[in-house]
């Protein structure tokens, strides 16, 4: 019978195949990753940018002292200690406000906090030469595809894994908070091969997080905020792989 009652603009007479609907839903999820891993790629350009802005030119006086006679750095003024710390208060603003703020806010903030980092970053180029930022760049992005290919294809749950990777990412704080004080060698070694273990974890299951969350937002007005949240998450997972690998193999600066 024709479905007449149905209020939907060019509505099908006729209920659409179960192969029909199931393309769509592919077709939707691609689109709704895709969505994801071009904020998190961009993200990641915008970081880069504007790190080798201020590491290039004279910007970097506003946030580092230099000494006149090496030309390296001696300090970090007041206001790169705002830019280093900010980006914290920014991404616990995202994620305990995401219900409250608007998708169009959300965004706003996703790119000022991809601006915070890359002003803060700048720093790693008066630190290490630049083949060695170059080399831990292209290697966390082959790991970072790698990983979250196996997150996005998997068929294995990986919530299990993801909560004993959050467990180890807070150990790892803690240990990182005990080894300020100690200044051991080995302890950080120790922390940076844990760390790479902990965001490797994290990146295939935040992959499958974001995938599952779409039959959750599909439709939905929420499904703009889940995209912005998931690409933070995936930048995250990535910024933080680049650190530990230019920390465990960069070539420092004379």
């Not at 180890?168 to 300020?180: E, P």
């Amino acid at each position: 019978m024709a479905n007449w009652s149905d209020p939907r603009p060019g509505a099908s007479p006729y209920a659409a195949p179960a192969g029909t609907r199931a393309d769509a839903i592919d077709a939707g999820l691609r689109s709704y990753m895709l969505s994801i891993y071009n904020y998190m790629a961009s993200g990641v350009l915008l970081t880069g940018i504007v790190a080798l802005l201020f590491s290039q030119t004279s910007l970097s006086g506003l946030l580092f002292a230099f000494d006149p006679l090496t030309g390296k750095i001696a300090g970090i003024l007041p206001l790169g200690w705002i830019v280093t710390i900010a980006p914290i208060g920014v991404v616990f603003a995202m994620s305990f406000g995401q219900n409250r703020f608007s998708t169009a806010a959300l965004q706003a903030m996703f790119w000022i906090y991809a601006v915070l980092m890359g002003m803060s970053l700048s720093i790693l180029a008066f630190a290490y030469t630049g083949t060695s930022i170059a080399g831990a760049f292209f290697a966390t992005a082959a790991a970072f595809a790698g990983l979250s290919l196996f997150g996005y294809t998997t068929k294995r749950n990986l919530g299990p894994l993801g909560a004993f990777m959050v467990m180890g990412l807070f150990g790892m704080i803690a240990g990182m908070l005990i080894n300020f004080f100690l200044q051991s060698s080995v302890i950080a070694l120790g922390l940076n091969l844990i760390g790479v273990l902990v965001f490797a974890g994290l990146t295939a299951f935040h992959t499958q997080q974001a995938k599952a969350m779409y039959d959750y937002v599909r439709g939905t007005d929420m499904m703009g905020k889940a995209v912005i949240m998931s690409a933070l998450r995936l930048y995250l997972d990535f910024i933080n792989m680049f650190l530990i690998l230019l920390q465990l193999f960069g070539g420092r600066r004379d």
